[in-house]
């Protein structure tokens, strides 16, 4: 399929994909940039598409998988801020707003051991489970679970050391 093709066929689909990732990501500029995402896919994988009504349900499905997995990373993220429980102070101008807290701990994530930063990325920030990342890894189970563990640990010694932690 070449390009004037590509644009009589699939083109058409690209307000229903906006239309559908709009609607489960709430945010029109994520729903666009998803969307394009989605068209890139499209293309990459043209020649598999053949009757147009493989194409629209092709575009549907491809759309709501990648919004989901839009959701689910920005879920994770915001559970991986909450993990880090901030000193609080008193005065508003001394609290960290979420992007600072994020940066903040990426930066003791990119100081860990190689190993250690990947099974913290891979668990806390991507959201894979550890079968998955072990899968991935070619690593047991045991040793990622370990690993995420000794990676959070040095984490909270860090901000600890940077009074910015709060202990309970």
């Known amino acids: 399929m070449n390009q004037e093709e590509f644009n009589v066929r699939v083109y058409p689909f690209y307000n229903m994909s906006l239309c559908v990732a ?33 194409i629209c349900s092709y575009v549907y499905s ?10 689910k990373k920005a879920k994770y993220t915001l559970r991986f801020l909450d993990q880090f429980r901030f000193a609080q102070d008193n005065n508003v101008e001394n609290q960290f707003e979420p992007s ?15 190993t250690l930063a990947q099974f913290f990325r891979l668990r806390c920030i991507e959201g894979y489970d550890y079968k998955e990342i072990a899968e991935m890894l070619g690593k047991n189970v ?9 990676a ?3 984490i909270i010694e860090e901000l600890k050391k940077l009074n910015i932690y709060e202990n309970n």
Do not use: C
Request: aromatic content about 6%; hydrophobic content about 35%; cysteine-free.
């Open 22 to 54: 709009t609607a489960i990501l709430k945010d029109e500029e994520e729903a666009k940039n998803t969307v394009q995402d989605v068209f890139e896919t499209l293309w990459i994988e043209r020649d598999k598409l053949q009757e147009p009504k493989q």
């Open 62 to 71: 491809t759309t709501q998988r990648k919004s989901f997995n839009k959701l």
């Open 100 to 114: 600072e807290r994020y940066l903040m701990i990426m930066k003791v994530v990119s100081e860990l051991p190689p």
């Open 142 to 150: 045991v040793t990622v679970r370990m690993g995420h563990s000794r």
């Open 152 to 154: 959070r640990h040095l």
